[in-house]
């Protein structure tokens, strides 16, 4: 099975900036739509933006559109989010998770059928 491992989270001030990983172990992720995932204590996970095969289609939540960018790098087999402009409300947890090959990729949502997850990485905003 695939595993996903998130990595690059932690204490940053309001404004600044975070990079996320997510890394596969044992399998590639060239076949997979990737997905990024945020959950604040005590609230229900929300999509933040993901990225399809050829990283040509990336999708944003309303809520980071224009500070986080999604990438992938194949030969890293590798998922980063790039976080910028960091608010109090983006703190909590970030999971990513794997899709395997969509029949479809939408420019609209990230509604996909996740095979994999990762454990998570935390980030807290605060000055």
């Known amino acids: 099975q695939l595993q996903l491992v998130e990595s690059g989270g932690g204490l940053v001030q309001p404004g600044g900036s975070l990079r996320l990983s997510c890394v596969a172990s044992?399998?590639?992720?060239?076949?997979?739509?990737i997905g990024w995932f945020h959950q604040a204590p005590g609230k229900e996970r929300e999509g933040v933006s993901c990225?399809?095969?050829?990283?040509?289609?990336?999708v944003y939540a309303d809520s980071v559109k224009g500070r986080f960018t999604i990438s992938r790098d194949s030969a890293k087999n590798t998922v980063d989010l790039q976080m910028e402009s960091l608010k109090p409300e983006d703190s909590g947890s970030y999971y990513c998770?794997?899709?395997?090959?969509?029949?479809?990729?939408?420019?609209?949502?990230?509604?996909?059928?996740?095979?994999?997850w990762g454990q998570g990485t935390h980030v807290t905003v605060s000055s």
């Open positions: 998770a794997a899709a395997r090959d969509p029949a479809r990729i939408s420019s609209y949502n990230c509604l996909y059928d996740y095979n994999h």
């Open positions: 044992g399998f590639t992720l060239d076949y997979y739509v």
């Open positions: 990225i399809s095969i050829s990283g040509r289609v990336t």
